[in-house]
């Protein structure tokens, strides 16, 4: 990995993403719309000579083609994420997640990469919500985008990262601190557990291994939302599913949450300490 580039590169995938790899490239860009974020990052990785900074939007093809200039591989990360947020914000989904899933297809190609992988989410699996549909649709953008004289283009697929920025767990913690209770849409929902060092070694291992057109899937137990409350030692409110939530989560057929491996209260407890 001589130079690479991650869009949505100061979240919490893209930091722990950097943190590994910064140490074995020549040049790292991190592109995306945070200047006050990318600040905090730099500062917390000591300022690295071989980091480069870019604020920029993945709507802005011209900006990507530019970042992108000299660069061998990319990892397409940047995405409006928040189902809620998409449910009345759809067009903002579309722009971003899908017209941003073309401009780095088109940049990638204009500046001569010569490997993309794209993260996507269980929720591109028969979507019921604004956001899956616009991540599946981002995933066919992606895998169509391979032929032979272009880069080589693939896609991983997971659930929500443990401890990713507004995910359940710092979200539920927040709220245990402010009142005490925590509101759950249904204790029997279940939800598949991925680290984000697990995220992290997917991603490596596509870009190692990357022939063009893979979706890549890992396999993941999961854990019943009133056993993570349980292990956390909230109190629950519960306030019902929504249409535009799935009481369970699929990565692809025969490979739900509702039928993997349940990881128990006592698992789950044990993992929160390193969350």
Same mark, same amino acid.
């Given at each position: 990995?001589?130079?690479?580039?991650?869009?949505?590169?100061?979240?919490?995938?893209?930091?722990?993403?950097?943190?590994?790899?910064?140490?074995?490239?020549?040049?790292?860009?991190?592109?995306?719309?945070?200047?006050?974020?990318?600040?905090?990052?730099?500062?917390?990785?000591?300022?690295?000579?071989?980091?480069?900074?870019?604020?920029?939007?993945?709507?802005?093809?011209?900006?990507?083609?530019?970042?992108?200039?000299?660069?061998?591989?990319?990892?397409?990360?940047?995405?409006?994420?928040?189902?809620?947020?998409?449910?009345?914000?759809?067009?903002?989904?579309?722009?971003?997640?899908?017209?941003?899933?073309?401009?780095?297809?088109?940049?990638?190609?204009?500046?001569?990469?010569?490997?993309?992988?794209?993260?996507? +989410?269980?929720? &591109? *699996? @028969?979507?019921?919500?604004?956001?899956? $549909?616009?991540? =599946?649709?981002?995933?066919? #953008?992606? %895998?169509?985008?391979?032929?032979?004289?272009?880069?080589?283009?693939?896609?991983?697929?997971?659930?929500?990262?443990?401890?990713?920025?507004?995910?359940?767990?710092?979200?539920?913690?927040?709220?245990?601190?402010?009142?005490?209770?925590?509101?759950?849409?249904?204790?029997?929902?279940?939800?598949?557990?991925?680290?984000?060092?697990?995220?992290?070694?997917?991603?490596?291992?596509?870009?190692?291994?990357?022939?063009?057109?893979?979706?890549?899937?890992? +396999?993941?137990? &999961? *854990? @019943?939302?009133?056993?993570?409350?349980? $292990?956390?030692? =909230?109190?629950?409110?519960? #306030?019902? %599913?929504?249409?535009?939530?799935?009481?369970?989560?699929?990565?692809?057929?025969?490979?739900?949450?509702?039928?993997?491996?349940?990881?128990?209260?006592?698992?789950?407890?044990?993992?929160?300490?390193?969350?």
């Amino acid at each position: 990995m001589t130079s690479i580039l991650i869009t949505g590169g100061s979240g919490s995938f893209g930091t722990a993403f950097v943190t590994r790899i910064m140490n074995e490239c020549e040049r790292v860009c991190i592109y995306s719309r945070g200047e006050h974020r990318q600040a905090e990052m730099r500062a917390a990785l000591g300022n690295p000579e071989n980091c480069r900074w870019f604020v920029g939007d993945v709507r802005d093809r011209d900006r990507l083609r530019r970042a992108m200039t000299g660069v061998h591989v990319v990892i397409h990360a940047a995405a409006l994420k928040r189902i809620e947020v998409g449910q009345y914000n759809p067009t903002e989904m579309v722009q971003t997640n899908i017209g941003g899933a073309i401009n780095v297809v088109e940049a990638a190609r204009d500046a001569g990469v010569h490997k993309v992988v794209a993260l996507s +989410t269980d929720k &591109a *699996y @028969r979507p019921v919500s604004p956001y899956g $549909a616009s991540k =599946a649709l981002a995933e066919s #953008i992606f %895998l169509a985008a391979n032929d032979e004289r272009g880069p080589r283009f693939a896609v991983t697929r997971y659930g929500n990262v443990a401890g990713s920025a507004g995910s359940v767990i710092p979200t539920w913690r927040r709220m245990m601190m402010e009142s005490g209770e925590v509101l759950v849409t249904d204790p029997s929902c279940t939800r598949f557990w991925m680290t984000i060092t697990e995220a992290v070694d997917l991603v490596c291992q596509t870009i190692n291994t990357i022939r063009g057109g893979e979706l890549r899937i890992p +396999t993941l137990p &999961a *854990y @019943r939302l009133g056993d993570l409350a349980e $292990a956390m030692g =909230a109190r629950m409110r519960v #306030i019902g %599913l929504p249409a535009y939530e799935k009481r369970h989560e699929c990565m692809q057929d025969g490979m739900c949450s509702s039928d993997a491996r349940r990881m128990s209260v006592d698992e789950l407890r044990e993992e929160l300490r390193n969350v």
